[in-house]
């Protein structure tokens, strides 16, 4: 039974292969892309809530998947305008993508430095900006999808503070994960977000700010219990020598008096442990500043072909089969994943399951990563 169901398995992979992304995502088949900036809030209208869009000019594809980028910077510096952003987000949409740079709130540097509760509620702060990002793009998407777009694929990632950012927008899966003690941060969760808790106070409330996977540049976490089985797929790039974010575990920026954050050296052990999907490109003896200078950096070319590459087997142009599958409708969202036993079950590399829609349909997918 177990080789039957591995030659099932062979022969799913192999009709993934043959693909309907008809050769985009892979490689940049635009020259050009357009950028509109746009204040992504219906509650807060500044600098901190704008991102800029870019998409491909001259793309007639009305289902694209999306990423949204924030840049570094400590929490209290850093604007979507900078060059790692730009060459990021320029780089994914002339290969199709749909991108956006994104702001988000910032703190006092002294309130930042000396506070622990100031450093989790900036993070949290953030967060709760870009889900209202996320938001702004699935609320586009039903009044008319401007940004031809598909909703059920949207990625976040980041540099440094960016990818801290998306990761803890990714992981942290509900108020009661958070510590009361020293710092009681699931009170600082319900002052963000009242009574929309963890999806914070910045708005586009009634659309999901849920993600397909997290792009990780030289990020980390605070608490590795934060990953667990039902968790998104973790794509990180790092420096074996980066102290600024921990490469292993450590207080960020090298500095006692702030949180500790675990980079990529502990995050994919314990994602592997738990079964999510993971991918990582490790730089020995690099540190962290390396791609701040975007393409500046050789490395930051390698980092985005390695993104690249990771997150093709994650399209669902790569996913679909043969087998029980139905052609994805628009203004739909994913109800619910299960196995081959109807088990309620979460993405895994060659695993088979079912999807199911808000529209009623139901596709049948294999990622063979």
């Known amino acids: 039974m177990k080789n039957l169901y591995l030659i099932v398995l062979l022969i799913l992979c192999n009709k993934i292969v043959i693909s309907q992304c008809e050769g985009r995502y892979q490689s940049e088949i635009f020259t050009t892309v357009n950028k509109t900036t746009v204040n992504y809030s219906d509650i807060y209208n500044n600098n901190e809530h704008e991102m800029d869009i870019y998409t491909p000019y001259g793309d007639s594809e009305t289902n694209r998947p999306v990423i949204l980028y924030m840049h570094g910077g400590s929490f209290y510096a850093g604007d979507k305008g900078s060059i790692d952003c730009v060459d990021f987000c320029e780089n994914m949409a002339k290969k199709g993508y749909v991108t956006a740079s994104v702001n988000y709130r910032l703190a006092n540097i002294i309130s930042f430095l000396t506070s622990n509760e100031t450093q989790y509620q ?119 020598s980066d102290l600024t974010i921990n490469y292993n575990c450590g207080p960020a920026m090298n500095n006692p008096a702030i949180l500790n954050l ?31 200078v975007g393409n500046g950096n050789s490395k930051f070319s390698q980092a985005l072909d390695f993104t690249t590459n990771s997150l093709y087997p994650l399209l669902p142009c790569n996913q679909t089969t043969a087998v029980s599958s139905t052609l994805q409708e628009n203004k739909r969202t994913l109800l619910k994943t299960i196995d081959l036993l109807g088990r309620k079950s979460v993405l895994k590399k060659n695993k088979s399951l079912f999807y199911f829609y808000s529209d009623g349909s139901v596709e049948h997918k294999v990622i063979c990563y």
């Open 262 to 292: 675990c980079g990529s050296g502990e995050m994919h052990p314990r994602a592997d442990a738990v079964g999510v999907l993971n991918n990582k490109l490790i730089f020995n003896g690099t540190n962290h500043g390396w791609a701040s």
């Open 122 to 240: 900036t993070v949290l702060e953030a967060v709760s900006d870009v889900k209202a990002a996320i938001r702004y793009f699935r609320k586009s998407f039903v009044n008319g999808n401007s940004y031809n777009i598909d909703p059920n694929t949207i990625f976040v990632g980041g540099y440094s503070a960016g990818a801290v950012i998306a990761i803890h927008l990714a992981y942290i899966d509900s108020i009661s994960d958070l510590p009361i003690f020293p710092v009681n941060v699931q009170t600082i969760v319900n002052n963000v977000g009242g009574v929309y808790g963890l999806d914070g106070d910045a708005g586009n409330f009634g659309y999901p700010s849920n993600v397909s996977g997290v792009i990780s540049i030289a990020g980390g976490i605070n608490d590795l219990n934060w990953i667990d089985a039902s968790d998104e797929p973790l794509i990180s790039i790092q420096g074996t």
